[in-house]
């Protein structure tokens, strides 16, 4: 949904990092410009690679795990913004070294703006049905959706529940 939501703003440039291959598919069909396993590649130096030493203006937190959140920190460029958007749990130590020289801004989000995302739907085409990969009846909520989505490998991304 945030892939889909910065595309809305009119970014043209989006990277998305991801270890599950069904969304690594997914963001590419939803066109990010670039999809990246951080299972195996160190994040900020492909970043850094891609925008040709800079890094990005903003990168997006939407995990919710240390690691995700150092990768932005690292990613973004002198002045750069981080945006947290993922729900954590523990406490995460920050390097505040490079956090305070390279003068990042760090934003927590915990919103939504409903009236805004309908205008993006209504206005500017945006799909939310094109993140859900299955379907299923509300008599099998338990077992197709429930327990699917507890498997350790998950290939589901959202499940639509019909009553």
């Not at 999809?35 to 994040?43: D, G, M, Q, S």
């Not at 003068?103 to 989000?109: M, S």
């Not at 008599?139 to 959706?145: F, K, M, R």
Request: charged share 25%; glycine share 8%.
């Amino acid at each position: 949904m945030v892939l889909l939501g910065l595309k809305a703003m009119g970014l043209e440039k989006v990277y998305v990092t991801e270890i599950s291959g069904v969304r690594r598919k997914k963001a590419e069909e939803l066109r990010a410009t670039l999809v990246c396993n951080p299972l195996e590649t160190k994040i900020s130096s492909w970043i850094k690679e891609i925008t040709s030493g800079q890094g990005v203006d903003v990168a997006v937190e939407s995990v919710g795990i240390e690691e995700t959140l150092k990768d932005c920190l690292t990613s973004v460029r002198h002045k750069g913004k981080v945006i947290v958007q993922g729900i954590f749990i523990d406490r995460v130590p920050i390097h505040m070294l490079g956090f305070v020289t390279r003068e990042t801004t760090l934003i927590g989000i915990n919103s939504i703006n409903s009236s805004l995302a309908m205008a993006w739907i209504e206005s500017k085409g945006v799909k939310p049905e094109s993140i859900i990969t299955k379907i299923i009846p509300l008599e099998e909520i338990a077992t197709g959706a429930f327990e699917v989505l507890t498997l350790p490998v998950k290939e589901e991304i959202k499940i639509l529940v019909e009553p």
